[in-house]
């Protein structure tokens, strides 16, 4: 069974940089392409980020392209989000996840995941 764990979320004003991270057990990381989701209040769960197994390619949505940075640590079993200059309307819960992919096609759809995190609170105040 595979377990994720996010952290690094939290208050942080307009403008701040945290880096989300997403632990993984139970399976080695290096079989799944990974992905990043965020939930705001009352909006649907929508798709951020995604990078494939070996870190060669990466996805991003337009809402964090230039902004957003999505990396890995296959030997730590960690997968990173790193945010800068965040705004109001990125405050959501931020969710990681897996999948067991046979190719290198990054997926946006959150049906297409696997295995999913318990998410992280990042609320940003302006």
């Known amino acids: 069974q595979v377990q994720l764990v996010e952290s690094g979320g939290g208050l942080v004003q307009a403008g701040g940089s945290p880096r989300l991270s997403c632990a993984v057990s139970g399976r080695t990381l290096s079989i799944y392409n990974m992905g990043w989701f965020r939930q705001a209040p009352g909006k649907e769960r929508e798709f951020v980020a995604a990078i494939s197994r070996s870190g060669g390619t990466i996805y991003n949505a337009d809402s964090a392209k230039g902004r957003f940075t999505i990396s890995r640590d296959n030997a730590k079993n960690t997968v990173f989000l790193q945010m800068n200059s965040l705004k109001p309307e990125d405050t959501a819960v931020y969710y990681c996840?897996?999948?067991?992919?046979?190719?290198?096609?990054?997926?946006?759809?959150?049906?297409?995941?696997?295995?999913w995190g318990q998410g992280t609170q990042v609320t940003v105040s302006s």
């Open positions: 996840a897996a999948d067991r992919a046979t190719t290198g096609t990054l997926k946006r759809r959150d049906y297409e995941y696997e295995y």
